[in-house]
């Protein structure tokens, strides 16, 4: 029996953009910056003033009364998007179908704001921990409570592999999805970064950008955070049809490596070996690639070195394929990253439209691809991969394929 | 051109520099490199985060970036400590 494909029938987004998907794509489309300064740390708590925030992420909009309490932020934002992607899918979950499904969520720092709160208010103030600490910091608790409120019975954990996390949550969801140990998924990522100890943290890593993020340009000089969740609903491509529902692409492919050489600095070997187990996952040629969702940063060190990874996997090849980082306008989001970016991915091949690097200034030779400066291009593309690339050298690649045009080549 | 670091700073700064590398005293002199010493980005950060502890000072991310061996360590905290005195 062949592997059987899987099809992308629902996707949930919370972003800077706003709480939707629609929101999410018609900014990173575009390449509308999203990054602003930040509002919620008092101002001047770092010395980094910009941020992609969901600023207007308001948990009373979805959550009653005192349920809003039990969730700290990522957890909220894991539960919004993950309803957007199931109510775009259609699927219900009864006694048949709750048990056949399962959740794979991604997250690096789980609930970080609840803790630096709860430990502020011990140390500094000598308050009493709150009772709700325990289950709002756990980092599955966005997978558990999409579990709850769904009647979702499968197979349902968290990975965490900082910003990796949720394209190695993906992967695990489309690979038992495939495999048949299920018969749908609901996979991706959240983080909620913003409190002034994390933040201060990111600060004395030296790696956050003072103005923007610029991808691939010469003057880059960092990253920007930025938060949110996506949730993608993953099921067969055959029971997607035959159901008729709303196909917006195959997760095709998944590879991983570690590259087993430095705590934050990255190595293109490991990359690279990612990218091509990913491919042979997919079983898709390199020479029919068209896109990728580039990890880009923005910092000096990883730009350059996907760019080495890339031609080390594509040879003459990767001056032919379109790289952006939509990082350059959502932030990074860290666990979400890749849930945000295959969101972007998908919409990007099914549209026929590929989001720009944005805030682009001027070429650097260290990264010497196209990497769509600035404005957005038409491009139909039937094979696409969306980079991970996480601090402890942990890297994670889907693989995406259209599949209109994959069915176009059959007949 | 700088003039030449005190030698009694000097030798403060290659002392709080062993001292985070828990590396010899008399490994770190003036003349080396970061590189010379084994010190990678992660620990250049970690270093200038004791640096800023020891002298009170802020060092500004892009100066960060730039610092590549201990001569750059010193006389960056020089620099950075005239401008306070100055300020």
């Known amino acids: 029996m062949s592997a059987r494909r899987v099809a992308v029938t629902g996707i949930g987004v919370v972003s800077a953009f706003g709480d939707t998907f629609g929101e999410f ?210 099921e067969p491509l055959e029971a997607a049809r035959a159901r008729s529902a709303q196909i917006w692409g195959e997760i095709a492919g998944f590879g991983m490596s570690s590259d087993a050489h430095h705590i934050t600095q990255p190595r293109a070997q490991g990359a690279a070996q990612a990218m091509r187990a990913a491919l042979a996952d997919a079983g898709a040629a390199p020479q029919g690639v068209g896109y990728i969702n580039a990890h880009g940063t923005g910092t000096p060190t990883n730009d350059s070195t996907e760019c080495e990874a890339i031609r080390a996997v594509f040879g003459a090849h990767a001056e032919k394929i379109l790289v952006s980082s939509t990082k350059s306008v959502h932030g990074h989001a860290l666990g979400a990253a890749g849930a945000l970016e295959a969101a972007a991915t998908l919409a990007a091949l099914r549209g026929g439209i590929i989001p720009p690097t944005a805030n682009f200034t001027e070429p650097d030779p260290a990264c010497d691809l196209d990497v769509v400066p600035n404005h957005s291009r038409c491009a139909e593309v039937e094979w696409a991969l969306s980079n991970s690339f996480a601090f402890g050298g942990l890297n994670a690649v889907l693989a995406f394929r259209r599949s209109d045009l994959a069915e176009a080549a059959e007949r | 051109m700088q003039p030449s670091p005190e030698p009694e700073f000097a030798e403060r700064v290659c002392e709080l520099i062993a001292r985070t590398q828990k590396i010899p005293a008399e490994s770190v002199t003036l003349d080396k490199t970061f590189a010379d010493l084994n010190i990678d980005s992660l620990d250049g950060i970690n270093l200038l985060f004791a640096v800023e502890e020891e002298f009170k000072i802020d060092i500004p991310d892009d100066a960060a970036s730039r610092i590549r061996s201990v001569r750059d360590v010193v006389e960056g905290i020089q620099k950075l400590l005239a401008a306070k005195a100055g300020s």
């Open chain 1, 25 to 234: 794509w018609s900014g990173v489309a575009w390449g509308q910056s999203a990054i602003r300064p930040m509002t919620l740390t008092p101002p001047g708590s770092v010395r980094f003033p910009n941020a992609a925030e969901a600023a207007r992420f308001d948990p009373a909009k979805y959550f009653d009364g005192k349920h809003a309490d039990f969730l700290d932020r990522f957890a909220q934002f894991a539960v919004v998007a993950a309803r957007e992607a199931i109510a775009a899918s259609g699927l219900t979950f009864d006694s048949q179908l709750g048990p056949r499904c399962a959740i794979v969520t991604g997250s690096s720092a789980g609930g970080q704001a609840t803790k630096d709160e709860n430990f502020y208010n011990l140390y500094a103030l000598n308050q009493r921990v709150s009772p709700l600490t325990i289950p709002r910091v756990m980092g599955n608790a966005g997978a558990s409570w999409i579990s709850y409120e769904f009647g979702i019975t499968g197979p349902v954990y968290t990975v965490s592999t900082a910003c990796s996390s949720a394209n190695h949550a993906i992967g695990q969801a489309f690979w038992m999805v495939r495999d048949g140990v299920v018969d749908v998924a609901v996979a991706g990522g959240s983080d909620a970064p913003f409190s002034v100890g994390f933040l201060k943290s990111w600060e004395a890593l030296r790696v956050v950008s003072p103005t923007t993020c610029r991808p691939f340009s010469r003057d880059r000089n960092g990253l920007i955070l930025g938060e949110g969740a996506g949730m993608l609903v993953l």
